[in-house]
């Protein structure tokens, strides 16, 4: 689960917003996913007994993250699960292989509606990559 | 004046006053403005509203092609994505864009106005019973699912038919559908447009209230402004009423979602320049936008559909636990407005009628006396438009009027508005004390997060009743009445 030090919120009047950071684009996805859950106020201590594979694609970076981090919205939603466990296959620009792990009966405190694309940004740093996100609660 | 770049902080002295009510930030303000951008607000709150980005959000939507008059602003702006909340823009047709974005991911999120003949003391003794009873009928919560499964078929007649498939299931009376924003049942929805997702998000989600600032709400008429119309509407002091306040849920969102993602490419084919990757849009005559288009208004009746089984349910409640003890607690509907919409209608733009698509992001429809699409005993009257404040506040009734259609499209407010942040809010106000302190205010709360109870606390928005003098002054609403809460029921 993503820790202060691995993302933080911005202020935003209506919705969250955050900025999270990873050594490259798959940590990059896998933390703002982390990010996300924490949000939610999911708990941080799932059995991990489910796992789903996912395929996402995009016409870039921004949109493959923000499909990326909407299909974990999405599952949550369909199946009732919580996650907590994400492992990237594999990642290009536009595509992304990924696993989630988690569990059924989702505890998920706060609603987050959709991950947008307002104010999104993905910028190459000395050492890595950040992503500065908007989400509907 | 320069060019400034889209980042520039907005100051006070970049509005030009057009009236004691009315702000404009001019088209030269910034090089890629197609309209001015025209913002309704006392002093104190358009001091407020340059406390965030949300006046430069306001800004963004008037560069958006075909935009016609100007991007306009109601008194309870707040910063958004992409729109700022209560953001209200038309674009003429069939050229002009259509924005998924300008709708939000809450397709049709809107306000339902229940009425019983009781007085508000006569259910008071009842209240915690009443209260626990639509707690428990009305499922809510994040994800949280119905007593409804929709298989294919059925889910396609929702996305059609609206609120009016309730009908054959008993959970709708032909008064209800009358007193429907669309009548329940918005145009042009055309399920071959919706994507798999969204269908398997909505299927279980029918009649559900969710969670976040969705609510339901008990509350007393406390004053009556306009006896007249509040006669007609079947308001009177002292009277029990409830408000459903919720949308489409994970379908809506799916939609939303969807689109906006598909359009990322599309304005990028088109060689449209946005200043946010949130406005995104098509033509709406487009191929695109026509598939949007149609897609929304699934969702729509999707939300019509979802209040339409939230007032069956909360009718049931009231009978479960008034029946045999409040003779007159039996609910009608005054009526269902929607504030997060895109619609086709027909406005007068420089002394011309035009067809033009009005995004209303956070905004409210509020049409004037003998309007079309007002329901044949409300057209001499208007629309009546439904406010509702912050938890623990007033909410108010308001009724459409000739000077909206002619300054705003027919629109007004939404509500109060946020000032803090989510974050803030829970760092300032406990959510265990909050309950505590509307408890001893005699308000029954029941919500499944305590957090999430300190999220939506009254400090956290603007005060409604102020948002509602400046739309009342400017003359595009005007106040029937006054409600104030005695139950919250929240997710």
């Not at chain 2, 002009?96 to 508000?120: M, T």
């Not at chain 2, 803030?424 to 029941?446: D, F, T, Y």
Request: one cysteine or more; a negative charge.
């Amino acid at each position: 689960m993503a820790n202060d030090s691995q993302f933080r919120e911005v202020e935003h009047t209506a919705d969250r917003a955050f900025t999270v950071r990873g050594r490259d684009l798959a940590e990059l996805f896998v933390l703002a996913a982390h990010a996300l859950c924490a949000i939610q106020g999911q708990p941080t201590d799932t059995q991990e007994t489910v796992s789903r594979e996912v395929e996402v694609s995009g016409v870039d970076r921004e949109t493959l993250l923000v499909n990326w981090l909407n299909e974990i919205l999405y599952l949550q939603d369909v199946h009732q699960e919580s996650y907590s466990g994400f492992q990237v296959i594999a990642i290009s620009e536009t595509f992304l292989r990924a696993s989630l792990h988690g569990e059924p009966n989702a505890s998920i405190r706060r609603s987050i509606k959709a991950v947008t694309f307002h104010g999104l940004k993905i910028e190459r740093l000395p050492d890595g990559w950040e992503a500065t996100l908007v989400v509907d609660v | 004046m320069g060019k400034p770049s889209p980042t520039r902080t907005i100051a006070r002295s970049d509005f030009k006053r057009i009236s004691e009510q009315v702000w404009e930030i001019p088209r030269d303000f910034r090089e890629d403005m197609r309209a001015p951008a025209r913002l309704y607000a006392d002093e104190a709150l358009l001091e407020a509203s340059l406390t965030d980005n949300s006046v430069e959000q306001l800004v963004n939507t008037a560069t958006l092609p075909g935009i016609v008059k100007y991007a306009i602003a109601m008194p309870d702006i707040h910063q958004g994505y992409g729109f700022p909340i209560g953001g209200v823009v038309a674009t003429k047709l069939p050229d002009g864009i259509i924005s998924p974005g300008g709708v939000g991911y809450d397709i049709n999120c809107g306000v339902r106005l229940l009425a019983s003949e009781a007085l508000a003391e006569e259910i008071s003794p009842f209240l915690n019973d009443l209260a626990s009873a639509i707690y428990r009928n009305c499922p809510s919560g994040v994800g949280v699912h119905g007593e409804i499964k929709l298989q294919d078929a059925e889910l396609d007649k929702v996305l059609v038919e609206g609120a009016r498939w309730t009908r054959e299931r008993s959970l709708a009376r032909k008064e209800d559908l009358e007193h429907t924003e669309e009548f329940g049942a918005m145009p042009g929805a055309d399920p071959e447009y919706v994507s798999h997702k969204a269908r398997e998000r909505g299927r279980g989600q029918l009649g559900t209230l969710g969670a976040g600032n969705h609510f339901i709400e008990v509350d007393r008429v406390t004053e009556v402004y306009d006896e007249t119309v509040a006669e007609r509407l079947g308001l009177f002091p002292g009277q029990a009423v409830v408000q459903i306040h919720c949308g489409s849920r994970g379908f809506g969102h799916q939609v939303c979602e969807d689109y906006v993602a598909r359009f990322q490419k599309t304005v990028r084919d088109l060689g449209i320049e946005l200043p946010d990757r949130e406005l995104v849009c098509a033509p709406f005559a487009s191929e695109d936008g026509q598939q949007y288009f149609h897609a929304m208004a699934c969702a729509a009746n999707f939300a019509f559909a979802n209040r339409q089984v939230l007032a069956g349910h909360i009718r049931r409640s009231f009978e479960q636990v008034l029946a045999g003890k409040v003779l007159a607690f039996d609910l009608h509907q005054v009526y269902d407005i929607a504030h997060n919409m895109a619609k086709i209608e027909e406005h007068e733009v420089g002394g011309t009628r035009m067809q033009v698509c009005v995004h209303r992001k956070g905004a409210t429809r509020a049409f004037g006396p003998g309007s079309p699409g007002l329901p044949d005993d409300l057209r001499d009257i208007g629309q009546p438009v439904l406010i509702p404040g912050s938890m623990g506040t007033a909410s108010y009734v308001l009724i459409g009027t000739l000077d909206s259609m002619e300054r705003t499209f027919g629109s007004t407010c939404h509500g109060a508005g946020r000032v803090w942040s989510r974050a803030r809010a829970r760092k300032m106000v406990r959510g265990e004390e909050l309950r505590q302190e509307l408890k001893s205010r005699g308000i029954a709360v029941r919500a499944g997060s305590i957090s999430g109870l300190a999220e939506e606390a009254p400090q956290a928005y603007k005060d409604v009743s102020r948002v509602v003098d400046v739309v009342e002054r400017a003359g595009i609403g005007k106040k029937v009445a006054r409600l104030e809460p005695v139950a919250v029921v929240k997710g």
